[in-house]
C-alpha cells in the first residue's frame, strides 16, 4: 500500500492488517456510517487497539479510507493505458475499472471531496488523464470535432455517477461491463434520434419553431 508523504513504508503484514482494516471499515460504514472503531475492529478480526495503534481516531480511520479509495481510483484509470491505448477501447477500460471502484467503495469516494490534500492531488491527476483521453479521442475522430472535451468529460463524470447509483439501488442489477458499455454508448451516441442538429431557431427533426 502506497503511503502518504512523509510516513515509512509499512512491514508486509503491517501493511495487510491496514488492508483488512481498511476494507471492513467500508463494509461497515456502508451499512452503517455511524458505526463504532470497535464494530470496524470486529469486522476486520483485530484488537479494537489495533485499529487505535494504526488509526488515532475515528476521523483519521475515515480520512485513510477516503485516500485509499482514491489510490483505488487513479489506479484504475491509469491501468487502461489512457495515454497510449486506442481511444475507444481506454475509454470502455477506464469505464468498467471506475465503476468497480466507485461500486466497491462507495462510502469511502463519497467521502473523497475537498480538502484532503492526498486525496486532492490524486483526483487532479486523474483529472488530468482522463482529460488527455478525451482530448486523443477527439482527435482520432471518436468525437466530434466540434465538441469541447472538457465538456464531455464532465458529462462522462456525470453518466458514471449516476450508474453507480442506479445500480446500488437496483433490484436486477446489470454486470459492470454491460453498465460501462451503456455509458460509453450514452455518451458517444446520445438518446434522440439520429437528424439534422438542432440550431436555437429549430425544433426536433430541424423543423422551424412556430
Known sequence: MEQASGQRPLRADAERTVQAILEAAERVLSADPAATMEQIARAAGVARTTVHRRFTSRDALVDALAEW????????????????????????????????????????MGRSGPGNPEVDRVHAEVIEQCGGLFRRAQEHGVLRPDVDPEWARRVYYALIHEATRERSHSKAPERVDELATRVVDTLLQGVGQEGPPLTRDSGPKGTPRS
Open 69 to 108: 479509495a482514491a489510490r483505488q481510483f487513479h489506479d484504475a484509470v491509469a491501468s487502461a493505458h489512457p495515454d497510449s491505448a486506442p481511444p475507444l477501447v481506454a475509454l470502455y477500460q477506464v469505464t468498467a475499472n471506475v465503476l468497480r471502484v466507485k461500486l466497491g467503495w462507495g462510502f469511502a
